[in-house]
């Protein structure tokens, strides 16, 4: 067991979550699930938590009820490789969802998501201001993040980012496997 294990708290849905989020992710599998008791306070027999892995990181979804809903406040950030793994990620979580700005969505739980480029945080931190400024007017214009057009006004700024395949979906790379990114 890992020390640290983030509890999600869902209304009646921790099990549908588990079984959606390690469908989605390579090396994920659903665990122990416990059930209510005569005790309550859930209905005898529901499921009161599952425990359920997604890439070797331990995750509890606990059925609590209504009480208390998910935030922006706190989201999953899922830095991709190439735009083809972006794409999977993005439009498998954001199946019964809702698109923010800027690479984040809403899952179908509620449940916040950054999908972003790896080569993101480079482009934002370059020592010319101005690259960074294009790159960041560049992003607040998008919903769904692209790679290449971010690239596009980082190179139009001034400079020419490493290329680490941030829009290529190169063949026989260790992320073009699905969950890979």
Known sequence: MQRIMPCLWFNGRAEEAAE??????KDSKVGKIARYGDAGPGAPGTVMTVIFEVEGQEFMGLNGGPQFQF??????????????????????LLEGGAAQQCGWLTDRFGVSWQIVP??????????????????MAAMLKMVKLDAKALKKAYKVAGGDPADDGGSKGAKGSKDSKAGKG
Do not use: G
């Open 118 to 135: 790896s080569i993101l945080p480079k482009l934002l931190k370059d020592k010319d201001p101005d690259r960074s400024r294009a790159v």
């Open 71 to 92: 935030s922006p406040a706190i989201s999953f950030m899922i830095h991709c490789k190439t735009q083809k793994r972006l794409d999977y990620y993005w439009d498998r």
């Open 20 to 25: 959606f989020y390690t469908s989605i992710f």
